[in-house]
C-alpha cells in the first residue's frame, strides 16, 4: 500500500511518521534501561561503568548504520517506484558494501585504537 504524501493533511502525514520513529527511538531508550539495570544487577559497579563506557560508541555505529541504511532504503525506493530496477539494485548494493567498509574500519578502529579510546573516555 503506498501512500501519497501529495494528498491529505499534512499534519496527519507529520503525526504518522513522527510516531514511528518516536516509538523506534523509545524502545531502543527502554531497551538500553533494561540493559543498564540488568549489567548492573548482576556485574555490579564495575559492570555499570563498562556499559557507561560501551554505549557511547555503541551509539555512534548504531547511527552510522541508521544513516547508511535509511540513505539506502529512501535511494532504493524512489528509483524502484520510478520503475529504475537497476539503479535502485546499485543503490542497495552501494549501501551493503558501504556498511560493510564502515563495519571492518570501525573494528579494526577499535582493536587497534583500543587504549586510546579508553583514555579517552577516562579509563586508563
Known sequence: METDLTQGSIKKHYLKYLSAGFGGAMISSIYSMVD??????YQGPQGS????????????????????????SVNYA??????????????????????TIV??????????????????FGIC
Not at 543498564?36 to 544487577?41: D, L, R, S
Open 36 to 41: 543498564a539495570a540488568v549489567v548492573g544487577q
Open 49 to 72: 561503568a563498562t556499559l557507561s563506557i560501551v554505549m557511547p560508541i555503541w551509539t555512534i555505529l548504531y547511527s552510522l548504520g541508521l544513516l547508511i541504511g535509511i540513505g539506502g
Open 78 to 99: 524512489f528509483f524502484k517506484s520510478q520503475g529504475k530496477t537497476n539503479k535502485a539494485n546499485a543503490y542497495f548494493t552501494l549501501s551493503l558494501v558501504l556498511t
Open 103 to 120: 563495519s571492518i574500519l570501525c573494528w579494526i578502529g577499535m582493536t587497534v585504537f583500543d587504549e586510546q579510546l579508553l583514555r579517552l
